[in-house]
């Protein structure tokens, strides 16, 4: 019983520790992003935002792998500092984003009017609706409505961070089926809240997509982490920072 009780208070140990290693990389994180911004600047961060670690992944990514093409599953302040370091970078990148909910995407359309980077984002309403998206029956956004805006275009970033899973673990995972055929040769994908059960079973079924079309592909996931990154063979490590 002793050695049982030695265990339970080392994982506690250890999921204590974890956590305040991703603080301390989310507040290092956050002191970079805000450098983007006017010193009043207070960003829109909410509970369902990508965490500042997350998004500082995917700008150094962009800088280093000279992506030019984000396609995002939930907008939000990822959506506004990532089209801001594009923008005050000079880059030749160009955002999709992707809400179900009119309001919310309203709101970061003023955000990124007042920081002067709406012209890298094209901000796409579409709602929830239901259907059957290979292996998940349940609901996810508008298809048609999306493939209208993409056009023919290709995409060398995803991120998913949408929608929200409250009423269902599974339901991020028609993300991947619905972009692989538009994703670039060189690309790397986002998917976060790895930490749930949901997402992690979402991230094994994109693993045996890939497989299955023969698509060579690295895993990043790291218990102190809060996102998993797919990407293609190739290219140059973006972790941030870590000590």
Known sequence: MKIINKLKEFGRLNLYINKVQRNTYDTLASLLLHRLFPDSTVLPFSPFSLNPNTILHAINDIQVNQRKSVIEFGSGVSTLIMAKFIKSNGLTVRILSVDHNHEWSGYIEKELIKHDCLDIVELVVAPLITGEWGQYSGSWYDQEIIKKTMAERTFDMLIVDGPS??????????????VI????????????????????????????????????????KDSQKVYAVIKSEGGFSTNPMTY
């Open 165 to 178: 899973a409250g009423k269902n673990a599974q339901i991020r995972f028609p993300a991947l089926p619905f």
């Open 181 to 220: 055929e538009a994703l670039d040769d060189n690309f790397i994908i986002f998917l976060d809240d790895i930490r749930r059960a949901g997402e992690n079973e979402i991230l094994n079924k994109w693993k045996e997509i890939f497989t299955r079309a023969n698509k060579p592909i690295v895993v990043n």
